[in-house]
């Protein structure tokens, strides 16, 4: 797995950026390490923030103490224990269906928008500080409010995801058309190519990094917003899971579900990266 | 000789025009003066033009205008008479950069827009057989699978070329394509250019800032000048090519265009 990552600011940068022209001229790019070193690397401080996690419960903390029963020798043998067991994989699946459903609409409605808004001056400038107000407003503070519209039950959480996913993608999808080549499109203009063809033909796979640039970043976001988003008026998922072990006082539990958290949200992660570079290894090769 | 007579050839030998603009105006909006006004031009099946003329004449708008990209202002540019509206099916345009699509392997690139609705309708064996043959035509049959960014500044303008003759074009429209070019790639592009419009019997205009490219490849060199741009040179080259070995001949035209172009700059100057 490599490192280094264009486009992790909320706008990201075009994919075929500085590091890949330094590759081509021949050149390692700057300060990037063997992938061997940086994955031993990246193990390496794995390791270590394990260590600090035990240090600081089995063996810092009193062995009487209440710390304890959140350490790792507690933590993975549950985990383990738990995943040979229904209750825990049906909260994953709940809150991953919920996350790809959130996702879905932010897409759904970020993509059309931002290529509106990266179309058209005009209408950039009329829309982005509304974007930016709206943006700044924590997705978790419309929860009354989404409960009150849309009832009880997933459709708050979905509209809460959403909301949150969608800005990303709506300003980096944007940004990638602001990108676009003009020539890319003069040449569909010089094929007679209708809008719809543009569009479908040039447009949209020209985008389409940026758009995975977003959603990457709205994964990170959403996977974020998740877990409170289901601690309330929801009856599974792993927030109200994490809640559930709460009350029963399962700590070692809660600790194994908090640990499960970390790990799908590192795979989500994982996941979106290797689609954009599936998507655009063969544009940089 | 008179093969090198600075001369609009007279009527009689001239075929039927396939291309034909007639008093052309060219004015963007909010432009004190036109790009380009009163411009009669016409082209001939199977000629190879060549426009020359300093930076910002307004050549590539022209060639935007003649393309039916771009719309004028007034007079009309008709295609085997008809009056252009968008570009015409059998009209391919190439510009500086060859604009390959980067996520099309070279072959997708050469196919692209060949299914298009306003092309002409092609089954899927026919569109394949003209991209065998167009990427063939241009020697890179050995490359069709690789990306854009696998391919040499020269590879990517033969690709251009090649999505450009998939269309069995009538008329090639060439913007300066060789431009970013070094020396010998060049070259062995405008060698290229020459085999293409012969086997594929179509008619170019092609801009370039290089007199020596106009004249190693054209049958009639136009040079525009002034504000707005109009003819202020033409000349015909009855030459067979290639013409590495006529260089004598060649430079006294070359001598040519380059006082009357010089005279244009200066005008232009003061
Ligand atoms: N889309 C446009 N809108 C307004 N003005 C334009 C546009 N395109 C070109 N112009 C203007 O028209 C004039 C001619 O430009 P054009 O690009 O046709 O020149 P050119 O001869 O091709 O120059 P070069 O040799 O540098 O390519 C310039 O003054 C330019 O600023
Ligand atoms: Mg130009």
């Known amino acids: ?285 | 000789m008179t093969a090198l007579a600075q001369t609009i050839s007279p009527a009689s030998d001239r075929q039927v025009a396939v291309l034909e603009a007639a008093g052309v105006v060219l004015h963007y909006p909010g432009q004190l003066k036109p790009v380009v006004e009163a411009f009669d031009f016409e082209l001939d099946a199977g000629e190879t033009v060549s426009v020359l003329g300093p930076s910002g004449v307004g050549k590539s708008s022209l060639l935007r205008v003649l393309g039916g990209l771009q719309e004028p202002t007034d007079g009309t540019v008709t295609m085997n008479g008809k009056p252009l509206r968008g570009v015409p099916p059998r009209v391919s345009i190439a510009f500086q950069d060859a604009s390959l699509l980067p996520w099309l392997s070279l072959e997708k690139n050469v196919a692209f827009g060949l299914n298009f609705k306003h092309q002409p309708h092609l089954t899927q064996e026919e569109s394949k057989v003209r991209v065998d043959v167009a990427i063939r035509e241009v020697g890179l049959t050995h490359a069709r699978r690789y990306f854009p960014a696998q391919l040499s500044g020269g590879m990517a303008q033969r690709a251009a070329l090649a999505r450009c003759l998939a269309r069995k074009p009538e008329i090639l429209l060439l913007d300066e394509p060789f431009g970013a070019l070094d020396e010998v790639t060049r070259t062995e592009m405008q060698h290229l250019l020459l085999k293409v419009v012969r086997d594929f019997h179509t008619a170019a205009i092609l801009i370039t800032h290089d007199i020596d490219e106009a004249l190693l490849v054209s049958d009639r060199i136009l040079l525009l000048g002034g504000t707005p741009a109009r003819v202020i040179g033409e000349w015909r080259i009855d030459l067979p090519t290639p013409r590495e070995d006529y260089i004598a001949e060649l430079g006294a035209i070359r001598v040519e265009i380059l006082s009357r172009l010089r005279g244009a700059t200066l005008r232009r100057i003061n």
Request: aromatic share 10%; hydrophobic share 55%.
């Open chain 1, 1 to 285: 797995m490599s490192t280094s990552w264009p486009g992790d600011s909320l706008s990201g940068s075009a994919p075929p950026g500085p590091a890949t022209f330094a590759a081509r001229a021949g050149r390692k790019p700057w300060l990037t390490l063997p992938a061997l070193t940086s994955s031993l690397l990246g193990i390496g401080g794995l390791i270590v923030l394990l260590l600090l996690w035990w240090l600081g419960t089995d063996v810092l903390a009193s062995s009487q103490g209440f710390i304890r029963q959140f350490s790792p020798t507690t933590a993975i043998p549950e985990l383990v224990t738990m995943l040979g067991q229904p209750d825990l994989l049906v909260h994953v699946l709940v809150s991953l269906r919920r996350v790809l459903i959130g996702l879905a609409f932010a897409l759904l409605i970020g993509v059309p928008v931002g290529l509106a808004v990266g179309s058209y001056n005009r209408l950039n400038t009329a829309t982005s500080p509304a974007f930016q107000f709206l943006r700044m407003i924590s997705p978790l503070s419309w929860m009354p409010i989404a409960v009150m519209v849309f009832g009880v039950g997933d459709q708050p959480i979905y509209f809460m995801l959403a909301f949150a996913a969608v800005w990303p993608i709506l300003l980096n999808t944007a940004e990638g058309v602001r990108r676009l080549q003009p020539s890319w499109l003069s040449l569909a203009d010089s094929l007679a190519a209708t809008r719809w063809e543009t569009l479908w033909y040039v447009i949209l796979p020209g985008v389409l990094g940026h758009v995975l640039t977003g959603l990457r970043l709205a994964v990170g976001i959403v996977w974020i917003v998740l877990v409170p988003c289901e601690m309330l008026g929801v009856s599974a998922g792993l927030g109200y899971f994490i809640l559930d072990t709460r009350d029963r006082l399962a700590y070692s539990e809660l600790m194994a579900t908090v640990l499960m958290i970390g790990i799908l949200g590192f795979l989500l992660d994982a996941g979106a990266r290797m689609l954009y570079q599936a998507v655009t290894r063969s544009r940089t090769a």
